[in-house]
Antibody, heavy 121, light 110 residues
Framework: EVQVVESGGGLVKPGGSLRLSCVAS????????MNWVRQAPGQGLEWISA????????YYADSVKGRFTISRDNAKSSLYLQMDSLRAEDTAVYYC??????????????WGQGTLVTVSS | QSVLTQPPSASGTPRQRVTISCSGS????????VNWYQQLPGTAPKVLIY???QRPSGVPGRFSGSKSGTSASLAISGLQSEDEADYYC???????????FGGGTKLTVL
């Protein structure tokens, strides 16, 4: 069964850092592009970052560019999101989402259960 | 303010047909395919329609999608109580170089 499981969320002060992880199982992570999508409390979905299978291509939403860094370790079947200079508006549930393919993502065919990040003093 | 525009809410009675619209621009819907995601209360989103009008296995035939120009629609026929959820459209935006979502439509079955 294809599965992605996020971890690493928690409470952090404004200006602080946090690193999220997403572990994949049931498929070979190295064959797919991956994404991070977040959802603020009571709000809609916001895509924030994508990474190609070999890490050659990385994309970021303007809201996180320069503060967040996406990376992956295919040997460990893991995707990461390093979040620095966190702000209150970064408070959200962060989802890891698998692309349908690598060459052209197409759509997100598998999502994790999400991990909650709360930025507050 | 979301790049793709959806009505914030929609409603219908059981067995009715409901449509949800999604409006974009030439840089996203006009140049890309549209996907729809369903988010049931308290759960993660899941893909409902991909590539404008394709249903993943397991998604009932009551759900259908279409796209024309810079707009797309999700139709749900034979509405059921378990269809109460938030629905999001999404597309790749070639100008922003990223995925964009609609603001979401909360569907209520009366």
């Amino acid at each position: 069964e294809v599965q992605v499981v996020e971890s690493g969320g928690g409470l952090v002060k404004p200006g602080g850092s946090l690193r999220l992880s997403c572990v994949a199982s049931g498929f070979t992570l190295g064959g797919y592009s991956m994404n991070w999508v977040r959802q603020a409390p009571g709000q809609g979905l916001e895509w924030i970052s994508a990474i190609s299978s070999s890490s050659v291509y990385k994309y970021y939403a303007d809201s996180v560019k320069g503060r967040f860094t996406i990376s992956r370790d295919n040997a460990k079947s893991s995707l990461y999101l390093q979040m620095d200079s966190l702000r209150a508006e970064d408070t959200a549930v962060y989802y890891c989402a698998k692309c349908h393919s690598d060459s052209e993502c197409g759509w997100f065919d598998s999502w994790g259960q999400g991990t909650l990040v709360t930025v507050s003093s | 303010q979301s790049v793709l525009t959806q009505p914030p809410s929609a409603s219908g009675t059981p067995r009715q047909r409901v449509t949800i619209s999604c409006s974009g621009s030439s840089s996203n819907i006009g140049s890309s395919t549209v996907n729809w995601y369903q988010q049931l209360p308290g759960t993660a989103p899941k893909v409902l329609i991909y590539t404008n009008d394709q249903r993943p296995s397991g998604v009932p035939g009551r759900f259908s999608g279409s796209k024309s120009g810079t707009s797309a629609s999700l139709a749900i026929s034979g509405l059921q109580s378990e269809d109460e959820a938030d629905y999001y459209c999404a597309a790749w935006d070639y100008s922003l170089k990223g995925w964009v979502f609609g603001g979401g439509t909360k569907l209520t079955v009366l």
